[in-house]
């Protein structure tokens, strides 16, 4: 039990953040699919489980933002002169870490190339959907969306742990 809601926030939203920022930052790696095709050491070794991971992440975020919503007044207390921005921001990351996934998905079953995720078939090959597809192809806004919101919440963090030297940052560490 944290006891000290104001300050810190608990262990378990602690595990969530680090463990899907850590999958969130392994999944943008996709992007350097787009060097040389993917050949190259980063598009071989760590680009190929994407999917799996993908289908992971989902669910993590689903029950991070359970978590959330019923910590929802155990968090630490905002700035109130900013407390609308950083709730803003917060939104936008997660509504981000919940449509990646979800457009991925869109994006194979709609293409018609179905869904595994490590190793267990969740939906078979099948005919293309264009709905889905059509869906699917915005993985790629979103994704650059999300890349622009992680360096801003970075650099946000960042800030106030080596400029402002307040101690937002170690709310979360
Ligand atoms: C939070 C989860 C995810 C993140 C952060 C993420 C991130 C990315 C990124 C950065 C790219 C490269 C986009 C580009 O080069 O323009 C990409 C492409 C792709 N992702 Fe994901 N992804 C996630 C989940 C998934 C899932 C669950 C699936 C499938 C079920 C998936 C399937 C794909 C596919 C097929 C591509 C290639 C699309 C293309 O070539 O146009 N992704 N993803
Ligand atoms: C080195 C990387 C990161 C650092 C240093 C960091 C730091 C932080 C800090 C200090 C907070 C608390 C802010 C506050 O109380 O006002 C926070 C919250 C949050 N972070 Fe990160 N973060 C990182 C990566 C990420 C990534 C990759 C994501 C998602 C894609 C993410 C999503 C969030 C969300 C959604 C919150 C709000 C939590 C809530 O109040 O419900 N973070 N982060």
Known sequence: MNRNPQERYDGVSRAFHWGTAILVGWQVLKFFDRINDGE?????????????????????????????????????????????AVKAGHFLLYAAMVLMPITGILYMVGNGHGLDAFGIGLVAEGEKVAWMASLGSLHSPIAWTLLVLVVGHVGIALYHHFIRGDGVLRRMA
Do not use: C, E, F, M
């Open 40 to 84: 190259h050491w980063v598009g071989q070794t760590l680009v190929p489980p994407h999917v799996s991971i993908g289908v992971l992440l989902l669910v993590l975020v689903v029950l991070r933002i359970a978590w959330a919503v019923k910590q929802k007044d155990r968090r630490p207390s905002q700035d109130p002169a900013t407390a609308l």
